[in-house]
């Protein structure tokens, strides 16, 4: 769990450090403002507008990760990240799972690019996130299909992931990153097909002949 704690850890103290500002303790109240301006993920930055630093354009499809819209929201991710971490990092350890993220914070960023038709600035790790609970379904898609236990708590989780998203997205009167979500989560399903395609026999199951259940 070192790297999930480390990413804990980044994000809780950019937080830390933010809500700090803006309590005025330093750096003054706007900093919150000027950490967005720099560092989140800006749709008009890929057409015509001009960037605060040359590699901002690139740097953007990373950083806006490590940010988050308040301590609440800051903490609910992390709660998150931690508990989906833990299963991902048992069925494929640090590395791989770190590609995984990786994968994902890129692919909610491309996700919110294409499909957005906002100039807002996106932040969050909830990309990520999703891009966690993409391969965790993907694993169990492929369990399931390999050993012959059937297909429909994947998609029941899936629909229940879709409807928490509207469900949010009313909530939020409109300002939920749903593009971010998907990409993440496709991201998530894919990076998971490609650093572990084996699949692991579900309790219960019988094992067939010619797949191993061997540890990564």
Not at 4 to 12: D, R
Not at 155 to 167: M, P, R
Not at 174 to 191: M, N, R, V, Y
């Amino acid at each position: 769990m070192a790297t999930a704690w480390f990413l804990i850890a980044v994000c809780v103290i950019i937080e830390v450090f933010i809500q700090l500002g803006e309590w005025g303790v330093f750096g003054g109240t706007r900093i919150r403002a000027t950490a967005y301006e720099y560092f989140g993920f800006w749709p008009g930055l890929l057409g015509n507008w001009r960037p605060n630093y040359p590699l901002q354009p690139y740097a953007m499809f990373v950083t806006y990760s490590f940010l988050h819209g308040g301590l609440i929201h800051a903490a609910l991710n992390m709660v998150t990240l931690w508990s989906l971490a833990r299963v991902v990092i048992a069925r494929v350890g640090e590395k791989r799972f770190a590609l995984i993220y990786g994968f994902s914070i890129l692919g909610g960023a491309i996700g919110f690019w294409l499909l957005t038709d906002t100039l807002q600035p996106m932040v969050g790790a909830s990309g990520a996130l999703f891009g966690l609970a993409g391969a965790l379904l993907a694993w169990n898609y492929l369990d399931r299909f390999l050993f012959d236990q059937g297909l429909l708590p994947v998609l029941q989780l899936i629909l229940l992931l879709v409807v928490l998203n509207i469900a949010l997205w009313w909530a939020m009167d409109g300002q939920l990153a749903w593009e971010t979500h998907l990409g993440g989560f496709i991201s998530g399903w894919i990076a998971a097909m490609l650093v572990d395609p084996r699949g692991r026999p579900l309790p219960g199951s019988k094992q067939p002949t010619g797949i191993e259940d061997t540890n990564p």
